[in-house]
T-cell receptor, first 109, second 110 residues
Framework: RKEVEQDPGPFNVPEGATVAFNCTYSNSASQSFFWYRQDCRKEPKLLMSVYSSGNEDGRFTAQLNRASQYISLLIRDSKLSDSATYLC??????????FGIGTKLQVIP | GAVVSQHPSWVICKSGTSVKIECRSLDFQATTMFWYRQFPKQSLMLMATSNEGSKATYEQGVEKDKFLINHASLTLSTLTVTSAHPEDSSFYICRLPEAFFGQGTRLTVV
């Protein structure tokens, strides 16, 4: 079983839609969680950290459910520019970060 | 601006040759650098962790004699793919503990 699992998609959604991605992690020792955005053939860029209480940054909301060991990312009012692959990541200890395969989002006009 | 500068961004080399990839930390003193590899439609896989002034730590299944890592200063970590083969063709990318990635290097071995 992969340490971090995501549905690779693709998710094709119309502009303005709300879309949610889930990600599960298998190692209960994971302490910190992140969502990254990766554009085609580019490096991943940190989108947001995920906190137990849930956190919001503009149109993006991230949540963590430790009991069920999953994290989620909600994107409201999707824009064409949101089209990308979204990677979730789980961190154990000080530095070891494991990434999911990424979920591809395509926002269509 | 970029926090980590990675070069080259892409390289095509012949089978059997060696390729060196550099990652320079521009704003941080990088005592640690993580090296990942990403094959098409697969997740980023940690290959090794380089530590300034000491030996790198390799993940299980990664050949340390094939993927040479050097971290000689607080600003520079290098990964050398030795005797490259077509199956080494991949996207190689470095990352600082502070969550910043280099721009990545797309290696194609022909």
């Amino acid at each position: 079983r992969k340490e971090v699992e995501q549905d690779p998609g693709p998710f094709n959604v119309p502009e303005g839609a709300t879309v949610a991605f889930n990600c599960t992690y298998s190692n209960s020792a994971s302490q910190s969680f992140f969502w990254y955005r990766q554009d085609c053939r580019k490096e991943p860029k940190l989108l947001m950290s995920v906190y137990s209480s849930g956190n919001e940054d503009g149109r993006f909301t991230a949540q963590l459910n430790r009991a069920s060991q999953y994290i989620s990312l909600l994107i409201r009012d999707s824009k064409l520019s949101d089209s990308a692959t979204y990677l979730c990541a789980a961190q154990r200890g000080y530095q070891k970060v494991t990434f999911g395969i990424g979920t591809k989002l395509q926002v269509i006009p | 601006g970029a926090v980590v500068s990675q070069h080259p961004s892409w390289v095509i080399c012949k089978s059997g040759t060696s390729v060196k990839i550099e990652c320079r930390s521009l704003d941080f003193q990088a005592t640690t650098m993580f090296w990942y590899r990403q094959f098409p439609k697969q997740s980023l896989m940690l290959m090794a962790t380089s530590n300034e002034g000491s030996k790198a730590t390799y993940e299980q299944g990664v050949e340390k004699d094939k993927f040479l890592i050097n971290h000689a200063s607080l600003t520079l970590s290098t990964l050398t793919v030795t005797s490259a083969h077509p199956e080494d063709s991949s996207f190689y990318i470095c990352r600082l503990p502070e969550a910043f990635f280099g721009q990545g290097t797309r290696l194609t071995v022909v």
